[in-house]
């Protein structure tokens, strides 16, 4: 089993950036792909990023591209999602997942991930 924290979220002004962390516990962390998904409230959870377990192949929504980073450190267990260029649209509770490795076209799928955390609050206001 993995167990999942989240850490690292807030309120940010546009155009600004945050760094969210996942701490996970449990001695199969680096067999599991890990990913950040996120839910802003009225709307289904949506796919952020992945990264898999090496950490060599990472993936990220159209929107996510060229302004987040995902990151792993397996020594450390950790994930780390690094955001800038901050939009209002993108505050949403900041969730970390973990899934055994699959094929690309499922990893968008929040049912595909096994062990979640429990959410981490990302605000960007004025």
């Known amino acids: 089993q993995v167990q999942l924290v989240e850490s690292g979220g807030g309120l940010v002004q546009p155009g600004g950036s945050l760094r969210l962390s996942c701490s996970a516990s449990?001695?199969?962390?680096?067999?599991?792909?890990m990913a950040w998904f996120r839910q802003a409230p009225g709307k289904e959870r949506e796919f952020v990023s992945r990264?898999?377990?090496?950490?060599?192949?990472?993936y990220y929504a159209d929107f996510a591209k060229g302004r987040f980073t995902i990151s792993r450190d397996n020594a450390k267990k950790m994930v780390y999602l690094q955001m800038n260029s901050l939009k209002a649209e993108d505050s949403a509770v900041y969730y970390c997942?973990?899934?055994?490795?699959?094929?690309?076209?499922?990893?968008?799928?929040?049912?595909?991930?096994?062990?979640w955390g429990q959410g981490t609050q990302v605000t960007v206001s004025s």
């Open positions: 449990g001695r199969a962390f680096g067999q599991y792909a």
């Open positions: 990264v898999t377990w090496s950490g060599n192949s990472t």
């Open positions: 997942a973990a899934s055994l490795p699959t094929r690309v076209a499922l990893i968008y799928d929040a049912h595909r991930y096994e062990y």
